[in-house]
């Protein structure tokens, strides 16, 4: 097979836009077709040993179809919807009796749950089968190792060391599976990791909406992490979420006292960088995540800031003109290139 071909797949599966087994299956077609050429002679080409009789043309190889690794799309989805409505029964049942249970059978149970995710997702990224459910099992099994961490230290010691665990076999998980649930994952792991520092750490005796803006400033870093976890894993599902640490920020800095003009400034700068990236990458998530961002967080910092529905009517207008131009600029642009 071609290394350019391998190349250009490799590139298109960290950019998100072919998973690993389609990736796979195309590289198998590709070497099916090669040796199909290769052994295929023209009968014309074949030496005659019997002038009189004439030889029987030989049929061309038929080409079998690679195997895909994904034999049945719906056995996939029913054993996801199977394997979620036994965790939903288990975990109800954990809710419903937590309060009597006593410490010990709390830690005994998160700690089980959580090497029971693992462990299974672990046997299946190793034997190769159901990359996707492995990925999904591995970013649940993180979340319940965080939880069972706090449910065995307690108090504001155990909220930090629960969210250094999770945020570890996240990363790990991201490295080893490279799974777009994992970053979904690493993302609330990080979410939850900032609220948690602001409140326990740095703002531990003063008022929430003080430290807002000492989150929004935490989130701003969660998407600049994400953004750069996007150059080497899947990148539309990681600057999607960048995005949508963008828009946490926003709230926190809405929240935040006298924190309008910088909820703008943040709530205008994630969805810029995400239309630009669509631009480049024509990826629909970028459009529908930057979108829905300007959607919610201008028409709330604008009314904040004037105070006048008027005020909120004239910035969307002025907002939508802008967006206009840019969609022209880069559509003149495009054209050009194509020229």
Avoid at 247 to 266: D, H, K, P, Y
Avoid at 288 to 315: E, F, K, R
């Amino acid at each position: 097979m071609p290394s350019r071909l391998d190349d250009e797949l490799t590139r298109l599966v960290s950019a998100g836009v072919l998973r690993p087994y389609q990736a796979q299956a195309l590289r198998s077609a590709a070497e099916a077709d090669a040796q199909g050429a290769s052994t295929s002679q023209p009968a014309a080409s074949r030496p005659s040993t019997r002038e009189a009789s004439p030889q029987p043309t030989k049929s061309e190889p038929r080409r079998v179809p690679p195997t895909a690794a994904h034999s049945s799309a719906l056995t996939e989805v029913l054993g996801y919807i199977g394997g979620a409505l036994l965790l939903g029964a288990v975990a109800l049942l954990t809710v419903a009796n937590w309060g009597e249970m006593g410490r010990a059978a709390r830690i005994s149970t998160g700690t089980s749950a959580a090497v029971i995710l693992l462990g299974t997702a672990a046997v299946l990224a190793l034997v190769g089968r159901r990359e996707q459910l492995s990925s999904a099992l591995a970013s649940l099994g993180c979340c319940v190792a965080g939880f069972a961490t706090y449910v065995a230290i307690e108090g504001e010691s155990g909220r930090i060391a629960g969210v250094a665990v999770a945020l570890v076999l996240a990363v790990l998980g991201v490295w080893w599976l490279a799974g777009s649930s994992l970053l979904v994952a690493t993302f609330a792991i990080l979410a939850v990791g900032v609220l948690v520092i602001t409140a326990d750490v740095l703002t531990p005796d003063t008022s929430s909406a003080s430290s807002a803006g000492i989150a929004g400033t935490g989130f701003i870093l969660v998407a600049f992490v994400l953004a750069v976890t996007g150059l080497v894993r899947d990148q539309v599902t990681a600057w999607s979420l960048a995005g949508a640490a963008m828009f946490s920020s926003s709230v926190c800095w809405l929240i935040q006292e006298r924190g309008e003009v910088m909820a703008l400034v943040v709530g205008t700068a994630g969805p810029a960088a995400l239309l630009f990236a669509y631009s480049r990458r024509h990826a629909s998530a970028y459009a529908v995540v930057g979108c829905s961002i300007l959607l919610v967080i201008w028409p709330i910092s604008l009314y904040q800031l004037t105070n006048n529905v008027a005020g909120v009517a004239i910035g969307l207008v002025i907002a939508s003109t802008a967006l206009l131009v840019a969609v022209l600029l880069l559509t003149r642009r495009q054209r050009r290139l194509v020229r």
